[in-house]
């Protein structure tokens, strides 16, 4: 019989339901063996196949709880139920736990207590939670080959090949905290812990060499659970970005002591690595606008977890009597729980994954004999493959049994409670919630909110006004509007406050800040409102909004008083050069005019047109008569001598085109002269007044002005710094106001900002603004480094600038209320005139040179032209008769002998006719008729 032979391999593969199975189909084979074919002989195997089972009917499993761990108890009794009944994982087999309890810390007590449920035969063993304990029980199954299963918190490795634990490594919740360190870019930070095991949890934080570049406190709560000192000590050093490490009892008892110290506000931030932050009240903290953040492990987006608290609502010892208020909060839903059904579902889903052909079997194994148990190798390493999604996300493990590839929950305190903002995950870093954003819960914060402002009184920013008769004291201004229009857009209050120093805020020589400055950082104030300008300085210490008003700094002058018109000022619209070279060019035209005249024969004529035969001829431009007819020309008058030859009429037009020129610049210039009024401006720009040295010039002591010159790199600022530093008395002055006072004194020029001069100069006739601006930068309001309310203020600036709120502020303070005294007077003297150079004449002196060139050559060519027509008996050389035109004219004579021939060719007919204009010349001596 074929079918015998089964029933000796059926302990062995199939167990009691299957030899009781086979003895059925022997007798049915014995029956029927004659009728049965090969098609009912397949089935029957086929019958045997899916009825034989690997698994045992009942598989023991065993577990240690210490003293406290009731609900952790319960929870796993409840996982193992719902494996039990759940027939999708283990549907022939069902779980039986074996419970043992121990002390805490009794690693003695755990042996034993593991030793006596190894002897029955165990499958797995779970727990206990202690580190004494877990580390003598991990050491005992290691031996043994049992598998271990752990869910708590464990630095240790490597790892045996028998322990897989759900709890992920230090290390890589470690690269959590320290990306979420870096994301804030925290500066100063504390790390505060009650227990030296958070030493280890934070190593990756406190070895990563970005927290070196940064100010870490490390300190440890004293054992008697006082938080206040430490806390006490952190507010007085500065210290306003904590990381927390705490047991979850103690989490309500450090914020509540945080609060008792007045560190519970939006400007300290507080992190808590403790994972289960989300079993605590958070109900009386979330209107104080702290900004806390923890971490959780579990998912509750996994819905298991949805179907899990169905159940958990059902029982006391998980539901929370006030869960109608709060439904989140579940006080016994602790990460170990939650991490104690992932480990039940992990080792079900382990047995359910091994190969149908291998048959699993617990045996009983001994602590004294040190027996192995054969299987428990294998099933080991089926737990450790195993990628399941759990309660807390994906579960799969690495090669040393440890977790891998998890999520971490980022947790927020809001106004409504404890909400999720984001996660992280080792691969993608932190990605935060799309449907959150913490402006809203800020904004939520300021409703109905009281702020405390710093200031300092500066027109027509601030103005301070004291009532006569309350002796009260309000504050009025552009800034003030400015911050009324926010805290109307916020729904706000505020109250401000005036800065005890009366100071912006500036750095000394130790690095200590002052002003307004300081106030921010000391925490005494929310925000600093004014014309404080946003420096890079500044920018390291507090934060800044967009800037509200953009500017540069400017010099502040007395104005020039008028100068008194000169008895000679007609003579300004040319300059004293331009002036020397015009009586030049007369003195020199009229003697070359002379010259050339004495030397064109066509220039001397017969001075009585009837004589056909004169002894003499004349010639009219004589030196008293080329003075005449310059000038003439000159004074566009005229005259009545005119030149007859070309030469003397080219030179006459070069004259006369000059003078056309340089008496219509002339008038154009004397026209502004007159009408545009001249001040006498002793210095022009920033470059005349570091030139100079008997103008001084300061600027407000402790502000960004003085700053900006004592860091400036610019050479010209470099010495102007120079000087203001070592002048004494001191140019600086303790606000604007008494810079104006000695600007108006005289002698002294201010810088200050370009708003404020032109508010200033808008309200005093006496004032001015010399050159352009400085440089180019803004005013903000300022915050405590971290301020929550940074952000939304900074929304609410830019809102109003959209709608041209703040230029209709700027026109209120600036102009509406005082100003506009003095804008047709800036008008009128706007602009002004200056005489001509001889850069803008010049050319026409080269045109004059280069027409007097062009008529002495011509003179010489009519020269030579004349002597050539001579008789040859009467021509002599021509040099001969160059010099002697030359001697003749040196002797400025007016006459010379007519040349004596009996050919009448040698009088020019046309010469001879041509009028002498209105005189005569005797031969002795020169008349004018």
Known sequence: MWLRPLLFISPICGGEVVTGVLNVLIKLANLYRRNMDKLTLFCLLTLIGLTMSTLPDVIPIGALFETNDDTLEQAFRHAINRINDNKQILSHTRLQPHIERVKRHDSFQATRKVCELLSKGMAAIFGPQSSESSSAIQST??????????????????????TVNLYPHPDTIGIAYRDFVLEKNWKTLAILYEDSDALIRLQTLLRDPAMRQKNVIVRQFSPEQEYRKLLKEMGRNGVK???????????????????????????????????????????????????????????????????????????????????????????????????????????????????????????????????TWPQGMALANAIKRININGLTGNIEFDKNGYRKDFKLTILDVTHEGLKQTGSWTKASGFIYS?????TFDI??????????????????????????????????????????????????????REVADKSYGKRDHLGEWNGMIRELMDAKADLAIGDITITY????????????????????????????????SFLSPLSVEVWLYMVTAFLGVSLFLF???????????????????????????????????????????????????????????????????MVSSYTANLAAF??????????????????????????????????????????????MWSVMESARPSVFTEDNDKGVERVLKGNYAFLMESTSIEYRVERNCELTKIGANLDSKGYGVAFPTGSPYRTVISSAILKLQEKGGLRVLKDKWWRTKGGGKCAKEETSTSVSASELGLANVGGVFIVLTFGMALACIMVIGEFYWKSRKMPKDHREPLCVELCRELKLAMMCKTSKPAPKDDDEQHVDNDLRFMPLNRYSMSPSKDTFS
């Open 537 to 568: 300085e500044r920018e390291e210490v507090v934060d800044f909004t967009m800037p509200f008003m953009n500017l540069g700094i400017g010099i502040l002058f007395k104005k020039p008083t008028k100068k008194i018109p000169k008895l000679f």
């Open 241 to 371: 970005n904590m990381i927390i490490d705490v047991a979850t009892e103690n989490l309500v008892t450090v914020i509540e002591h945080a609060q008792q110290m007045d560190m519970m506000s939006e400007y300290y931030n507080y992190i808590f690595i403790n994972m289960d932050m989300h079993t605590i009240n958070v109900e009386p903290f979330q209107n104080a606008g702290p900004n806390i953040t923890g971490f959780r492990l579990i998912d509750e987006d996994a819905s298991i977890y949805k179907e899990l608290l169905q159940e958990w609502k059902q029982h006391p010892l998980w539901y929370n009597e006030n869960i109608e208020a709060d439904p989140q909060y579940y006080k016994n839903i602790t990460t170990e729980i939650v991490l104690m059904y992932d480990a039940v579902t992990l080792f079900a889903t382990a047995l359910n994954s091994l190969d149908r052909s291998y048959q699993l079997r617990v045996k009983p194994v001994s602590c004294d004999t040190e027996k």
């Open 443 to 496: 904004i939520h914060s300021l409703r109905n909110k009281t702020l405390s402002v710093t200031s300092k009184p500066n027109p027509p920013y601030i103005i301070k006004i004291k009532d006569k008769v309350t002796k009260k004291v309000r504050y009025e201004g552009f800034c003030v509007d400015l911050l009324d229009e926010i805290a109307k857009y916020l729904g706000f209050n505020y109250v401000i």
């Open 141 to 162: 199954c290691s031996v043994l080959e049992v598998p271990h299963i752990q869910y708590r918190w464990d630095y240790r490795s490597p790892r045996n090949n028998q």
């Open 595 to 661: 010259i050339l005249a004495r030397f064109s024969p066509y220039e001397w004529v017969n001075p009585h047109p009837c004589d056909q035969n004169p002894e003499n001829l004349e010639n009219q431009f004589n030196l008293l008569n080329t003075l005449w007819f310059t000038v003439g020309c000159l004074m566009q008058q005229g005259c009545d001598i005119t030149p007859r030859s070309l030469s003397t009429r080219l030179a006459a037009g070069m004259w006369w085109f000059f003078t056309l020129i």
């Open 434 to 438: 799309e449907n959150f954003t913490r």
């Open 674 to 719: 007159l009408t545009v009024e001249r001040l006498g401006a002793p210095i022009e720009n920033v470059e005349d007044l570091a030139k100079q040295n008997h103008i001084q010039y300061g600027c407000v002591q402790s502000g960004s002005t003085q700053s900006f010159f004592m860091h400036s790199n610019y050479s010209t600022y470099k010495r």
